[in-house]
């Protein structure tokens, strides 16, 4: 089949130009970030001016071997056998080019590649600027840090009446929470395991009116897009629906709507009455089946019966709409603002507390010597000092570095966007002033494939820097469609059950992201590609170990199988499936699951 993306593979390559790739699982994006790599050392004085950063070491690792291994092959002419393969030996020549003129001697001397994990780039600018990233002097880095931010909390409870201010927010916080310490505490450490989410917003705001101030535009802003998606969802349906509210209201005896509500915070109670007019008052939220008196529709003839109808009919077509019960039961959800909202009294108290609780972190930090990976990453921002005042480590990394490759974009928390917007200030004007000789960013990823939202990645960040570029170099969409993994009739059932299960549209706010649907390059095998089965009744794990047990045994003895993989949510639930395929003699390879001791050459030794 053909590459249907292979126009937008080429422009890829173009190293004046700048890039957001959307790769979905099985685009090859990995050869591309290498391709990439490979035509921006042509161009470069030095290849340290040319940063690739990924997320993981195994990503760093890989893309340096392949690098590498481009550069071999070259040297050496061994045959290409694809045409992707063959680019890839035109660019790794031009990059052996500038080697041989510049006199790098990269297969050598591979450490000249400019290939770094985020966290080991963080890593590098504290350890050039220690006093100006708060570290003091080194630190370890620890993955459990728990300890280190209890210590922190219980520090700074023990300044209660030495801060007035503080003091007070204590108070108000041990009142919400009945005076259980231990709760608190655990809300305070979570907070500090976050706190890259909210330290850049409230540590720059030394008075707290100017925090609180800030927190409230923030919180309007999101409240007030969550209720202008619901507004135009219901435009047409607002007289009806106006009338219906009405009309249960009065026979509630609850205040009349002028007005239908609209995208303004200060209507958020509204929208929850409308929302609570078709939707059932639990929690998940379902379409309302039954109207009865406690929801102001009275039995009876008349006018009692016609309203119920015009609901019941209303909410029917209601139900057609995509997206509608999700935006009407995340009202419920939204933050109310209102100056006696004591939700709203506990944010703004935590607000002052949590910029003096990130201080005597630090100070614990530099009594143990120890740090977490956030304080790494919001110290390297620290060391690339601001804006206004751009450090010594800044000027220098600015003169050092030329282009930007950023792999698993789609996984970048708030701190790392942060720094990537500091290493390319001024990188527009820049660009203006030397059009033939740009620097270039490329950020690849993929929304759909976030799934570090406990390392508190952020998707729309992504869809943000998709949108809007870095410091006036704006990156043109690139969208890579063929999937060179799996064959047509697997992509064409994901393609079918994910578009159904991913929103309509983008929302850069609400991090979410629609689907993309892909292309599959390997033609179809077999039909049905994917099938199901379930099995039920008080031996259903039994069926169910059976039926894998035989379609394995089936495609063992399948000469046109060339592989079987057995998943499973946790490792016991594969127990049962390696003892019956012991008792049926299929040998397997089972890494960490099977047990040691009952192996064949253990069995034999012992």
Not at 82 to 88: D, I, L, M
Not at 244 to 268: H, M, Q, R, T
Request: with cysteine.
């Amino acid at each position: 089949m053909s590459i249907v993306d292979s126009a937008e593979r080429d422009t890829a390559l173009d190293p004046k130009r700048s890039f957001c790739v959307t790769a979905p699982a099985g685009s090859g994006k990995t050869e591309l970030l290498i391709q990439r790599y490979l035509a921006l050392l042509a161009r470069v004085e030095k290849p340290e001016q040319v940063l690739a950063i990924t997320f993981t070491r195994k990503a760093a690792a890989e893309m340096r071997e392949r690098i590498l291994q481009a550069l071999e092959d070259a040297i050496e002419g061994s045959p290409c056998e694809s045409a992707h393969q063959e680019t890839t030996r035109a660019l790794a020549v031009g990059a052996l080019d500038a080697d041989n003129a510049r006199a790098w001697n990269l297969v050598r001397n591979s450490s000249q590649l400019n290939i770094k994990t985020i966290d080991s780039f963080c890593g590098a600018l504290t350890r050039q600027m220690p006093v100006l990233s708060q570290f003091g002097g080194q630190a370890s880095v620890t993955d459990f840090a728990e300890d280190l931010y209890a210590e922190a909390v219980q520090e700074l409870f023990s300044l209660l009446g030495e801060n007035g201010g503080i003091s007070d927010d204590i108070k108000s916080l041990m009142s919400h929470f009945d005076n259980d310490w231990s709760r608190l505490q655990d809300l305070l450490v979570s907070m500090l395991g976050r706190r890259e989410q909210w330290s850049t917003s409230l540590g720059v705001h030394h008075d707290p009116d100017e925090a609180e101030q800030y927190l409230l535009q923030m919180v309007t802003a999101l409240v007030e897009e969550a209720l202008e998606d619901l507004a135009q969802k219901l435009m047409p349906y607002s007289s009806e629906l106006l009338q219906l509210k009405n009309f249960a209201a009065k026979n509630l005896g609850e205040p009349i709507l002028s007005d239908f509500p609209g995208s303004s915070s200060v209507d958020l109670s509204a929208w929850s009455d409308i929302r609570n007019l078709l939707l059932t008052a639990d929690k998940a939220g379902k379409w309302r089946a039954q109207l009865n008196v406690r929801m102001g529709f009275p039995t009876g003839k008349g006018e009692n019966e016609e309203h119920k109808k015009r609901l019941k009919t209303l909410i029917l077509e209601l139900t057609e709409i995509n997206g509608l019960l999700e935006a009407l039961v995340a009202v419920n959800s939204l933050p109310r603002i209102a100056a006696n909202s004591e939700s709203w009294a506990m944010v703004v108290h935590l607000s002052r507390i949590l910029p003096m609780l990130s201080a005597q972190l630090l100070l614990v930090f530099q009594r143990h010597g120890r740090v977490d990976h956030t304080q790494v990453a919001l110290s390297a921002l620290d060391a690339l000092g601001t804006d206004d005042s751009p450090t010594e480590l800044a000027l220098r990394m600015d003169y050092q570095l030329q282009h930007l490759l950023l792999d698993e974009f789609q996984d970048t928390a708030i701190n790392q966007y942060q720094l990537v917007t500091r290493l390319t200030r001024g990188w527009g004007d820049y660009n203006y002033a030397n059009p033939d000789n740009p620097r270039s960013i490329m950020i690849v990823g993929d929304g759909m494939q976030s799934i570090y939202g406990f390392r508190n990645a952020n998707v729309g960040l992504f869809l943000e820097a998709k949108a809007e570029g870095f410091n006036g170099v704006s990156l043109e969409h690139l969208a890579l469609l063929s999937n060179f993994r799996s064959e047509q009739g697997i992509v064409d059932w994901v393609n079918d059950c994910f578009s159904k299960a991913f929103p309509v549209k983008d929302n850069i706010t609400r991090s979410q992201i629609s689907y993309t649907v892909a292309s599959a390059v390997k033609s179809l095998k077999r039909s049905p590609a994917v099938t199901l089965h379930s099995f039920r009744g008080d031996t259903a794990a039994q069926q169910e170990i059976d039926f894998i047990c035989q379609e394995v045994q089936r495609g063992v003895a399948d000469p046109d199988c060339e592989s079987i993989a057995i998943l499973a949510r946790t490792r016991p639930h594969l127990q049962g499936i390696l003892s019956t395929l012991k008792d049926l003699g299929v040998e397997y390879s089972a890494q960490d699951i099977d047990s040691l001791a009952s192996s064949h050459v253990i069995v034999d030794l012992m």
